[in-house]
């Protein structure tokens, strides 16, 4: 990563959750002659992209960010996201994200969403803005995933209507694309149970009968049926009925290069 890179990256606040802790009033406990305790709120803060956890008294830390923010240490917009997780958590609901959240994010397969939320990167802004910690941590792939958050970003900033339409469309694309690949990954997967099942010598056939994959696993979409589904999402009517996979490409904004990639 370049210099510049490093200076114009933003970055991104801890991420804070709170919890209440039983503490011991000693004063009350010598007091009464047993142990006396009252209810301390503790917040947990874990740096950006880091696998530490800070704990602090949630109100002393709270003042100690008011004076960080006070002399341009913390942005207050970092203290404002966690004034109102906390106000969240004394309410009994979930804490706020700062961006996009990554949980049901449609770029994403299961998996992948459930390892990136296990690191720490709960927003698609996070990712996009991950440091070499966070790529570390994130292991193969994380290069991609990162582009692709930088690419889902830059389409979705709307810069007029005509820009915005093309955001949206190249956003699609891309949704597509992620649709395929966990389409592929999924379709792996099931070949490997299936080949596992029989491994283990069980008996799911009649004799003489070969069962294929197809036979058992309900098929997935063809590249044509999910593209015509795609163009029917996008311009809100069906493909002329004897357009094929490339000409519904050409239509949908995809590059040659992404053409001759997915089908030759």
């Known amino acids: 990563m370049s210099v510049i890179e490093v200076a114009d990256r933003e970055e991104r606040p801890a991420w804070v959750q709170f919890e209440v802790r039983s ?46 923010v006070k002399n341009g240490r913390t942005p207050p917009r970092w203290l404002e996201l966690w004034q109102e997780s906390y106000k969240r958590f004394k ?4 804490p706020p994200v700062d961006g996009t959240p990554i949980k049901g994010w449609s770029i994403l397969s299961p998996s992948q969403e ?40 830059k ?29 592929l990954e999924q379709n792996r997967l099931l070949a490997q149970q299936v080949q596992n099942v029989s491994q283990n010598n069980l ?12 036979d058992i696993v309900e098929p997935e979409k063809s590249l044509l049926e999910t593209l015509r589904e795609e163009y029917r999402n996008t311009f809100g009517k069906d493909p002329h009925h ?9 239509k949908l904004g995809y590059k040659p290069d992404k053409i001759k990639e997915i089908i030759g």
């Open 23 to 68: 503490i011991e009033n000693k004063a009350e406990s010598e007091k009464v002659g047993r142990y006396v305790g009252e209810d301390v709120d503790f917040v947990l803060v874990t740096p950006a992209y880091s696998k530490d956890c800070f704990e602090h008294k949630a109100e002393q830390w709270f003042e100690n960010v008011k004076r960080d």
């Open 203 to 214: 008996n799911l056939t009649r004799p003489g009968v070969e069962v294929a994959v197809e």
């Open 91 to 94: 309410d009994g609901q979930e």
């Open 155 to 183: 389409a979705a900033e709307d810069h007029g209507p005509i820009a915005s339409e093309n955001a949206e469309l190249h956003r699609k694309v891309i949704e597509l694309e992620a649709s395929l690949e966990a389409a």
């Open 114 to 153: 459930k390892m990136l939320l296990s690191v720490g990167v709960r927003a698609v802004e996070d990712l996009a803005a991950i440091n070499e910690e966070g790529l570390r941590r994130l292991g193969m792939g994380g290069i991609a995933l990162k582009q692709k958050a930088e690419s889902w970003l």
């Open 242 to 250: 004897a357009a094929g996979e490339r000409g519904i490409m050409v």
